[in-house]
């Protein structure tokens, strides 16, 4: 209804979102040893924090922070980069917030709960009604402000938003028991024995650590908890906890705020593990994938490099360029060699006589002549030599790489013993 439409607006008006984006995302291996997981690469082109931060402004939030801590420079540059276009005259903005010791415990961020509590002065400078947290490391899209309608209406001190998920992979987040009113009455984070939804077997419903809160409740639920003997600070381990004891939290379901759902699937992916990754890559290659970039109503918004458009040359029986079932990205040359069912970022260089398969290629990788990769995640700047085969022994390519529970093998340059600060388009990451 048109009314519901002004009512959102107005909503996400008057909302600022805290993007949570500290964290190292361990579990991606050697992919975050020089970058904070928000920052690691994805889709041919964007970042994995592009997604969410996406989502504000195609939802109409236009007043977003995001706090940093891990190995932040390449996230805060690709912020500075990208996503400068919002319009301070009309209090549009993306504030980086770094871990800068702003309270009087002079401590990094402590946890989730904490990174919000040390920028509260921040927060209370521009007035909010009410503030989103948001993770900055997952790959959906999804309308905030019928988030945000949802929780208003219901009169929750809290909403999470929530994603069924298969019990085997419920363990790592938040999981969550409701009744018929989507009232959350069980919060377990991370259980070692999930429980499933009534009458679904096999399915749970996980958080997807996304809150939102009344700004003033949120502001004394963070004073209270930084006071409570033994917390850890955190919104999954202690606050929302607290609350489904001592107040109203609502759950909303993803299904209901997800844009472009396909096939009665809402789209949401963890990419928090290699094998992860790259399937969530690999999808965007299909002919019908999953998620869908292409899409102008609601699309992903990121840096625009100026980049000359991607060039296939050669066309010899045995020395012939070209890509089929792959995305290729501005400014990469694939000089007389096979690419198929892959993802090549911007600038990666191919030379003659080599093939590429199921593999996702980050920017400015260059491979060499005869080289032959099968299954494999090739990380930024990465020189492979003339010859190299990589994904076809596993054994062989443990000895020198990262070679996932999956069967993907993760290269980066200090595998190939090489400088990824020396390499062509030098700087850092």
């Not at 996406?54 to 912020?79: D, E, F, M, P």
């Not at 400068?84 to 209090?91: C, I, Q």
């Amino acid at each position: 209804m048109q009314t519901d439409t002004r009512f959102v607006s107005r909503l996400t008006k008057s909302t600022y979102a805290l993007i949570l984006a500290g964290g190292r995302g361990s579990r991606l291996q050697h992919l975050t040893d020089w970058r904070a997981k928000p920052a690691v690469p994805f889709g041919g082109k964007f970042r994995i924090i592009d997604f969410v931060l996406s989502n504000c402004v195609n939802s109409g939030i236009r007043q977003i922070g995001v706090a940093t801590q891990y190995k932040a420079h390449s996230l805060i540059r690709h912020i500075q980069r990208g996503w400068s276009f919002l319009d301070g005259r009309f209090k549009e903005f993306v504030d980086v917030l770094p871990a800068s010791q702003r309270t009087d415990d002079q401590s990094w961020y402590a946890g989730t709960a904490d990174a919000v509590k040390q920028n509260l002065d921040i927060l209370r400078s521009y007035g909010p009604e009410y503030v989103l947290v948001l993770g900055g490391d997952h790959i959906y899209k999804m309308d905030y402000g019928k988030l945000l309608s949802d929780h208003v209406l219901s009169g929750a001190d809290a909403t999470v938003a929530c994603v069924e998920v298969p019990v085997a992979e419920a363990t790592a987040f938040g999981v969550m028991g409701v009744n018929d009113d989507w009232r959350v009455v069980e919060f377990a984070e991370k259980p070692k024995a999930p429980k499933s939804i009534p009458g679904k077997p096999g399915i749970a419903l996980a958080s997807m650590g996304i809150y939102v809160f009344s700004a003033q409740f949120l502001y004394g639920e963070l004073e209270r908890d930084a006071s409570a003997p033994g917390s850890n600070h955190d919104f999954g381990k202690d606050i929302i906890p607290y609350l489904v004891k001592h107040g109203k939290v609502k759950a909303h379901s993803f299904s209901e705020s997800c844009v472009g759902i396909k096939n009665d699937v809402p789209y949401w992916r963890d990419v928090g593990e290699v094998d992860a990754y790259w399937e969530a890559n690999l999808d965007l290659a299909r002919v019908e994938p999953d998620l869908n970039l292409y899409d102008d109503s609601w699309p992903i918004w990121t840096h625009q490099e100026q980049l000359p458009p991607a060039k296939f040359v050669f066309d010899q029986d045995d020395r012939r360029g070209y890509a089929v079932d792959s995305l290729v990205s501005g400014g990469c040359i694939v000089s007389g060699s096979r690419i198929a069912r892959s993802v090549l970022f911007s600038n990666v260089r191919v030379h003659s006589y080599g093939v590429i398969e199921d593999s996702v290629i980050l920017p400015e990788v260059d491979v060499g002549r005869g080289v032959k990769l099968r299954r494999c995640v090739v990380d930024k700047k990465c020189v492979l030599e003339e010859g190299l085969a990589i994904g076809f022994d596993p054994v062989a390519d443990a000895k020198r790489f990262y070679v996932t529970p999956g069967g993907i093998t993760l290269v980066t340059p200090d595998m190939l013993g090489q400088s990824r600060f020396l390499q062509r388009a030098a700087g850092p990451e």
